[in-house]
């Protein structure tokens, strides 16, 4: 029995479908949803953490039914969403104590100590909320969400908005949790992160799971060398042999290349031929952000994927 099995899971908003049957099985592994705006994933937690039913399909957390036997289901899990709610007018201890009783967690005194110790809040336990930086106040949440030892864990974005050191801190306590037995669930728009720290990655879009596997398996999947090309002014490709354009946002082509060596300099001629100003040309291998772009590009092609659209939505998150 796998922590989370899904089985052509979907969900309807009136006419609009938000996830489509979607079937997918994770275990005892850090497990990313990857997706633009608007495409399922919150949709897809709620229906896994019981707060919204399916339209169809099944699912089941540790083996419950999220429909039937929702009780238990949330007995096994805890889901931190994107803004949760900590009462920043309580002390950290406080916050977690009430989460303790909430849960009927024996001995929660005792309980809530081991949580505050594990995120390291301890020296602060007893410090008002309010004084709490970005980082410590998601720790706290980390530490609300283990009160009663969940078997599966739902994090939407858990290092938004954090600086480089609290989001580093936080994946520690995330991986350390995965070694310890947890299946964990998480959305991100960090592509760095999904490729660093997790395990497998699905992306998804407009509700319909795209790609499904392992960080580097997608990567060598695309194959392809990529190249980069950053344009002064007026941009056309110049359609070279072996080369294809899968993205341009903010003046930068990227292009897979099935021999990047040899095309680079082909690439560089088409530029000088048409006219077109080139600043910079680089090779490089696929990173988790081609797969996403290439992923999610080639299934909005028909009706027109305004890609600069998207990128800025990923750089303002970022
Ligand atoms: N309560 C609702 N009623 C109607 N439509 C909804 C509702 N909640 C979500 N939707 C729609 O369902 C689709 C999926 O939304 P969802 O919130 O699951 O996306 P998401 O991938 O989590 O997006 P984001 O990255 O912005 O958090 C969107 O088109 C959204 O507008
Ligand atoms: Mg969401």
Known sequence: MNAIETHDLT????????VNRLTLSVDREIFALLGPNGSGKTTMVLMLTTLLLPTSGSAT????????????VRRTLSYVPQDM??????TGRENALLFARLYGVLNPKDRVDEVLAVMQLTGRADDLVRTYS????RRL????????????????????????AARATIWEHITALKKDGMTIFITTHYMDEADRFCNRVGIITKGTLLALDAPSALKAHMGNDVITARIDGEFRDPAV??????SYANNEASYLAENGREALPLLADAFIKSGIRVRSLALREPTLDDVFLHTVGKSEEPVGFDQTKFRTMLRRRK
Do not use: N, W
Not at 11 to 18: F, I, K
Not at 61 to 72: A, F, L, N, P
Not at 145 to 154: D, G, I, K, M
Not at 241 to 246: A, E, Q, R, S, Y
């Open 134 to 137: 970005g980082g410590m106040r």
């Open 61 to 72: 957390v540790s083996g419950h039914d999220i429909v039937r036997s929702g009780q238990q």
């Open 141 to 164: 949440e980390l530490a609300q969400a283990l009160v009663h030892e969940p078997e599966v864990l739902f994090l939407d974005e858990p290092t938004l908005g954090l600086d480089v």
């Open 85 to 90: 709610a900590v009462d920043i007018k309580l």
């Open 11 to 18: 969900r309807y908003y009136g006419t609009l479908c938000a």
């Open 241 to 246: 042999d072996g080369v294809t354009l899968f």
